[in-house]
């Protein structure tokens, strides 16, 4: 089983929103950070909005203004709020949670540069096509 599940995911038309949903198999999983992922074809994994343990919030400059990365504690959740889609945009969307060995020197906290290989937590992933 994947330690994290993602959902959401769908072919909408530019312009449009959608909301992606990750449940992690852990209780401690907004306690370091976590983020959202895409990856399109024939390109390489890009990080694309990350909170942190203490809330604080990251974001592409390809997303920031479009994209909300929030986390609800109560059903231990973390969504990815997309709006105003563009067609570039289109690529396969995980959810991933640092590795733990970087847990111990960053805490609470996000890497200042967060590459794919600094998570060690993933899920299979959830497919976001937009396209007219």
């Known amino acids: 089983q994947a330690p994290l599940l993602e959902s959401g995911g769908n072919s909408v038309q530019p312009g449009g929103s959608l909301t992606l949903s990750c449940t992690a198999s852990?209780?401690?999983?907004?306690?370091?950070?976590i983020g959202w992922f895409r990856q399109a074809p024939g390109k390489a994994r890009e990080g694309v909005a990350f909170?942190?343990?203490?809330?604080?919030?990251n974001y592409d400059n390809s997303v920031r203004g479009r994209f909300t990365v929030t986390y609800e504690r109560a059903k231990n959740i973390l969504y990815l709020d997309m709006r105003d889609l563009k067609p570039e945009d289109t690529a396969m969307y995980y959810c991933?949670?640092?590795?733990?060995?970087?847990?111990?020197?960053?805490?609470?906290?996000?890497?200042?540069?967060?590459?794919?290989?600094?998570?060690?937590?993933w899920g299979q992933g959830t497919q976001v096509t937009v396209s007219s």
């Open positions: 909170i942190d343990g203490e809330g604080a919030r």
């Open positions: 852990w209780d401690t999983f907004s306690e370091h950070c």
């Open positions: 991933a949670a640092l590795r733990e060995d970087l847990r111990e020197d960053y805490g609470r906290y996000c890497p200042g540069r967060r590459h794919a290989d600094d998570f060690g937590y």
